[in-house]
Structures are given as C-alpha cells and as structure tokens.
T-cell receptor, first 113, second 116 residues
Framework: GAVVSQHPSWVICKSGTSVKIECRSLDFQATTMFWYRQFPKQSLMLMAT?????????EQGVEKDKFLINHASLTLSTLTVTSAHPEDSSFYIC?????????FGPGTRLTVL | GESVGLHLPTLSVQEGDNSIINCAYS??????FIWYKQESGKGPQFIID?????DKRQGQRVTVLLNKTVKHLSLQIAATQPGDSAVYFCAENPLAGGTSYGKLTFGQGTILTVHP
C-alpha cells in the first residue's frame, strides 16, 4: 500500500502553547488529505479536509481558528493546534488517497498538560 | 445523521478459528467500503475494500461480504492468528465525483482478541 508518515509521533506540551503536526505522503502525491481525531477507545472522527492550493474545509463543530491546516505541497499537509488545552489531548491521524483508497499515517499522540 | 455502526464491540476467538466481524451502514448513497485494522498506538491499516456493485471480495485469508439490501458488511478472517488481534473498523466512502468523496465515515470498531 501507499506510505504516509507523520511527525512527531508523540508530543507533550503545556496548556496555551501551539503544536504543529506534519503529514507526508512518501510515494504518491495528494491534492487532498484528511485529518482525523481519535479519543481513547473511540472511532476516528473526521476533522477537516486539507486542500492543496486552497483553504481547508472543516467538519461541523471543528474550530478552524484553533486547528490550522496548511497544504504546503502535493506531499505535505500540516495541522497546527493553537493555544492547546488538555481537552485537545488526543490521537491525530492524517490520510491521503491513492486511487480510491485512503492510506493513513501512523498517528500523532498529543498530550496537553 | 448518517452513520456506520457495528453489532459487536468485542470478539474473542481461539487461534485457528474463523472470525466474522459485522458492520451496519445507513447511507445508501455510499459507493465504496473499506475495512481497516488498527493496532494499539498506530494508524489504521488497509485490509480489503469492496465497491457497491459487488457482493463479495476475497483477499489473503480475508473476505468481505456486502449485502446492500440490508445495508450490512462483514469481514471474515480465516484461520485467525494472534497477530490478527486489533481493532477492526469498517468505513464508507461517498460516491466518487461528489464533494464528500474521500471523507470516510467510520464505524465504532470491534476489538478482536485471538487467544493462543
């Protein structure tokens, strides 16, 4: 399958700081990538669609000013959690399509103290 | 709203048994269905997919069945091994060409535990 990487794999930060998570497609290009959030023992919830060359589109209930998304190139999308709070602690996962199939990154564990 | 759900949240089997994981979906407009395996602390891993114009697809040790009449998906794993222990999610993808294409809706997940 296709390869998607994420960096960092885990991060611990203080409340009020901002954290950037990178998502890279290593063996394919993607004009669209997706960001999901997963709380413990729950399913994945789509947060937003990252669009290369245009603004991201956010799912209902997701604050666009808090979760900044930048699709810098056809192989890189970044998610910045601004002014993070403990309730933002979660597992953030990105995906990119190759053909009709979405391939997922390994995830980033964010812990906000 | 539309959702994809699972009948059984947990499934325990003995090594060598066959496993069946079920999933019900409610969006009749969905065109494409995928099963993912997620191990602890990792991202979902693609297992097998099926399109709405098919009712069965087989892979290596896995088979997906689609019953559009009752909006039901199942994943069958043959000769289950301890390495198959993980959470399994079904996901649905809206119609190709639509504005929601690629936006997967995930089911709750089933925890599969395989005992040696």
């Amino acid at each position: 399958g296709a390869v998607v990487s994420q960096h960092p794999s885990w991060v611990i930060c203080k409340s009020g700081t901002s954290v950037k998570i990178e998502c890279r497609s290593l063996d394919f290009q993607a004009t669209t990538m997706f960001w999901y959030r997963q709380f413990p023992k729950q399913s994945l919830m789509l947060m937003a669609t990252s669009n290369e060359g245009s603004k991201a589109t956010y799912e209902q209930g997701v604050e666009k000013d808090k979760f900044l998304i930048n699709h810098a190139s056809l192989t890189l999308s970044t998610l910045t959690v601004t002014s993070a709070h403990p309730e933002d602690s979660s597992f953030y996962i990105c995906s990119g399509p190759r053909g009709d199939t979405q391939y997922f990154g390994p995830g980033t564990r964010l812990t906000v103290l | 709203g539309e959702s994809v759900g699972l009948h059984l949240p947990t499934l325990s089997v003995q090594e060598g048994d066959n496993s069946i994981i079920n999933c019900a979906y409610s969006n009749s407009a969905s065109d494409y269905f995928i099963w993912y395996k997620q191990e602890s602390g990792k991202g979902p891993q693609f297992i097998i997919d099926i399109r709405s114009n098919m009712d069965k697809r087989q892979g290596q040790r896995v088979t997906v069945l689609l019953n559009k009449t009752v909006k039901h998906l199942s994943l069958q794993i043959a000769a289950t091994q301890p390495g198959d222990s993980a959470v399994y999610f079904c996901a649905e993808n809206p119609l190709a060409g639509g504005t929601s294409y690629g936006k997967l809706t995930f089911g709750q997940g089933t925890i599969l535990t395989v005992h040696p």
